[in-house]
Structure formats: structure tokens, C-alpha cells
């Protein structure tokens, strides 16, 4: 059997740590430019530099993402980028545009180059197009099912890998190839800049009859026609892996470190399970279901893996997401006195319930006794979220690990 590489999103060189600390083989990450999540915190070269040696100094893999589609302006910078990547060494380069993979070949012929998902690559031609010019790795397209994912594995060399989405937001565009949000708002989605129009809600309008909206009704409460479930497959990893998927990748590297957490670790433990055995995999099921739905998500679909998506792969009534649980930050170590140091994230009080989150997949359940502020004065609740606070839980805590919420 293959070996299965989890890979996690980061958004900053916090959640780079979480999703290491909570079971990541890879990480992906974008710098300040080039990548295509402008919104993203994304890292600066300082952060950068950290994550990788973190990463490094764990057995861990570091990608950075560069999959901008380039105009002539971006490959003076791009060339430029990539000589600062050069001695950060990364393990690996996520590009789409052939004029970039050209230079990235040119200056860092010594970084594997990954085919990003924004390249489309549906056959097993482009792979091996792509494998000829020096590629390691593809990322396939979003709209690729199971059973064509299997065809290109049977197709390809073996030293070609596969990585595919397993988990997170689907786009409406073909493989995130979209052109609405440049439309409406002028902001480009292939140079990292997306407004994401497609969770907006909307009407139509009939062409003599300008202003008059007619809204598109799926029921009383509205319809959002291109707002599409998350994707979710953790129920079948063995299908991934019989198709032959060498990476599993999760979205979303604009999310935050709880749900990187709370995915990273729901994964490692279906996989390690696998690993076991089928029986093993199968007998935690009702486990990875009700980890998975702990953090944000919007619904669940397998969106193209089983055949062409339909109406049950969309949300019409609503575009906000499905919370159960609230962030409260994450152990940054202990005072003189032993307590928790925190930046907290969300408000919580004294004589709350507090859950911690434990890499190996368990959750402990503590009470707040106490909390001070860094000048060492009581609070009954922390409600400034960033504030630095020290929290008496009247038990030591591990450095990096997670405490969440569950909210009523």
C-alpha cells in the first residue's frame, strides 16, 4: 500500500505549530505574495523561516504555495521570491502557471514542484505532461471522482504522485478558476483576492425591467444557488486509497488553529486506524463523525468522488456555518505560580467548563478556578480577545495544546 501523506492549511506560524503538534505530515503555506489566499494572514519571511525549521525539526514537510495566475508584471517578483525561498528550503513549490514552474525550475531546481488544483489537470496525459517536465506531485481537480482518479493512478508512473482534497469548502468555479468576484467587485480570485460571491444570495432580474428583483425561491427563507456543502470523506478513506491518492489534502488556509486541530487530528486517527486494519477504521466511524462536526463547517458532502454533483450537494436557506464549539486559545506555557498562559481568542469566565483538546485524539474536560491579567489582577472572565491572561486550571497543561468551548 501507498503511503498516505496528511496534508494541513496554515494561515499563520501559529496554526503551522497546531497542525504539526496535532498530527500533519505537510504543511501548506503561502508567503505575503503570489499565493492565492491575499486575505490569509499568510507568513512573513521571518515566519516563514520558523515554520519550515519547526516543521523540520519535527519529520514534518513544508509546501508554500505560488499558484497566482501570472501576468507579466508578477515574474520580475516571482524570480526574485523564489531566490529568498532558496535558502528557507521548503520541500516543495504548489504552482499552476507554466511561465512560473519555468522559473521556479530555472532558480530552485532543487525544490520539488507540486501541480496545484488551479492548473485543472483532469487526465492522465497533463500528468504525465507535467511528471516530463519535472513535476512530482499533481493536485487533481475538484471534479474528479474516484473511479477516474484510480484510471490516471493506473496511467502514471509510480513516482508521480497524486494529491487530492479530502476535506473542506468546495468551490463553485471549475478547480477555483473563478471569474465572478473580478466581475462583481473588481478583486481577482486567481491573484489571491476572492470575495467568495458565490455564498451571496440572489435574484434575478428581467432585462427591460431594470431594479425590479424577482428572488429566486427555493422556500420561504431564500435560495443561495451557488453555495455549496463542504466536503468531507473521512468516511472513506479506503476508497482514497485504493484509488491510489498519495496525499490527502484539507482546505483552508484561512481557517483557524481550532479547526486545524480538530480536522488534522480527526484524520491522523482514521489513518493510523487504517493502518491497523479495515476492522479498526470501521469500528471508531461514529467517533470521526462527531470530532469532525466540532468545528465550523457547512454541512457535508463527498461533492464529484462518487459522480457529478446535485441538488443535495448545495445550501439554499442559509450561508453561514454550523458551530458547535468556541475557540478559547491556545497553551503558550505557565506563570511563576504554575498557571496557563493564554491569548485568548473567544470570552470565557471563572467556574466555566473548559475542554482540552489532546493530540491522540481524547478530550479532558477542566473547570476555570482563576484568572489574572498579566499585571497579576483577578478577572471574573476574559472578554478582550488577544489578551494575554494566566488561567488556574489546577492542572498543568502541555505548550500548544488546544482548549475549546461547547456552546449550549
Keep these: 500500500m501507498r503511503k498516505t501523506e496528511l496534508l494541513i492549511p496554515a494561515s499563520s506560524l501559529e496554526v ?14 503561502g508567503g505575503e505574495m503570489y499565493g492565492l489566499r491575499a486575505k490569509a494572514k499568510n507568513f512573513s519571511k521571518e515566519d516563514m523561516r520558523e515554520g519550515i525549521d519547526f ?3 519535527h519529520g514534518k514537510k513544508v509546501y508554500v504555495t505560488a499558484n497566482i495566475v501570472a501576468h507579466n508584471m508578477d515574474l520580475k517578483g516571482v524570480r526574485a521570491y523564489f531566490k529568498e525561498l532558496k ?26 514542484v507540486h501541480i496545484s488544483t488551479q492548473a485543472n489537470s483532469t487526465n492522465y496525459m497533463t500528468y504525465n505532461f507535467w511528471h516530463q517536465q519535472g513535476a512530482t506531485r499533481v493536485v487533481a481537480a475538484r471534479e474528479l471522482s474516484l473511479a477516474e482518479l484510480k484510471d490516471i493512478r493506473e496511467h502514471i508512473p509510480d513516482d508521480l504522485e497524486i494529491e487530492a482534497f479530502v476535506h473542506g469548502a468546495m468551490c463553485i468555479s471549475y478547480s477555483g478558476r473563478c471569474l465572478l468576484s473580478n466581475y462583481f467587485t473588481g478583486r481577482n480570485a486567481n491573484h489571491g483576492a476572492c470575495t467568495h460571491p458565490c455564498r451571496w444570495k440572489y435574484a434575478v432580474m428581467e432585462e427591460s ?3 425590479e428583483y424577482l428572488p ?14 463542504d466536503l468531507c470523506m473521512v468516511e472513506y478513506i479506503p476508497e482514497l486509497v485504493e484509488a491510489g491518492v498519495d496525499s490527502f489534502k484539507i482546505e ?19 489513518l493510523d486506524d487504517y493502518a491497523i486494519s479495515e476492522e479498526c477504521y470501521r469500528e471508531h466511524m461514529d467517533y470521526y463523525h462527531s470530532e469532525i462536526s466540532k468545528c465550523t463547517y457547512r454541512q457535508f458532502t463527498t461533492g464529484f468522488y462518487f459522480g457529478k454533483t446535485d441538488e443535495s450537494s448545495q445550501i439554499y436557506n442559509s450561508n453561514t456555518y454550523e458551530k458547535e464549539y468556541t475557540y478559547i486559545g491556545i497553551v503558550q506555557g505557565t506563570n511563576e505560580k504554575g498557571w496557563i498562559a493564554l ?10 467548563t473548559i475542554e482540552i483538546m489532546i493530540p491522540n485524539g481524547e478530550n479532558e474536560q477542566v473547570e476555570v478556578y482563576a484568572i489574572e ?15 494575554k491572561i494566566y488561567v488556574d486550571f489546577g492542572r498543568d497543561i502541555p505548550e500548544g495544546y488546544l482548549l475549546r468551548r461547547k456552546e449550549d
Excluded: W
Design 16 to 29: 503551522l505549530k497546531t497542525a504539526v503538534i496535532y498530527g500533519a505530515d505537510a504543511v501548506y503555506i
Design 252 to 270: 483552508g488556509r484561512m481557517k483557524t488553529a481550532l479547526y486545524v486541530a480538530t480536522v488534522a487530528r480527526t484524520y491522523r486517527k482514521a
Design 343 to 352: 491569548e485568548q481568542k473567544n470570552k470565557f469566565s471563572v467556574g466555566e
Design 373 to 387: 491579567d498579566e499585571e497579576g489582577n483577578p478577572m471574573k472572565s476574559a472578554p478582550h480577545p488577544k489578551q
Design 55 to 57: 516543521a523540520h525539526a
Design 87 to 112: 535558502e528557507m528550503k521548503p520541500d516543495g513549490l504548489i504552482i499552476s502557471d507554466p511561465g512560473v514552474f519555468q522559473i521556479a525550475k530555472e532558480e530552485v531546481p532543487e525544490i520539488d
Design 216 to 229: 429566486v425561491y427555493e422556500n420561504e427563507r431564500g435560495t443561495y444557488i451557488f453555495n455549496s456543502k
Design 209 to 211: 425591467r431594470p431594479g
